[in-house]
């Protein structure tokens, strides 16, 4: 069975707009915001531009990295999530956390098959 993050720091990253990430240790990427979602209890992101050098590609070469929420640092490792049943999840945990004019452009977005198969779970280390 995989570790999970306590109630309340999974409470805390589904209450928050933005979820700070760095991905690798070994890398010196600095932490950047993404868009987090929670489900079934479960930590996730999905990547926007699928750079080279971003955080999800790094995190597909070292998948130790670190998260940040308010003020805490965790340690993650990151697992791509394969599930077609969890991605369309996640789909749905963006379109209702992310319901705004102007957030439905990467709502929608998220929806493209390269975006769909850049979903991370974030899982403490």
Do not use: N, Q
């Amino acid at each position: 069975m995989r570790r999970r993050f306590s109630k309340s720091t999974t409470s805390a990253i589904a209450e928050s707009g933005i979820l700070g990430v760095r991905a690798g240790d070994r890398s010196d990427h600095r932490f950047i915001g993404i868009w987090p979602i929670v489900v079934g209890g479960r930590v996730f992101g999905r990547s926007w531009t699928l750079k080279p050098s971003g955080w999800y590609r790094t995190f597909l070469d070292d998948p130790r990295g670190a998260i940040r929420i308010g003020t805490r640092t965790l340690r993650v490792r990151a697992l791509p999530v394969r599930s077609e049943r969890l991605r369309d999840a996640i789909e749905k945990g963006y379109a209702e956390k992310y319901p705004t004019p102007g957030s439905r452009k990467y709502v929608t977005g998220f929806r493209a098959k390269r975006r769909r198969e850049a979903t991370i779970e974030f899982v403490p280390r």
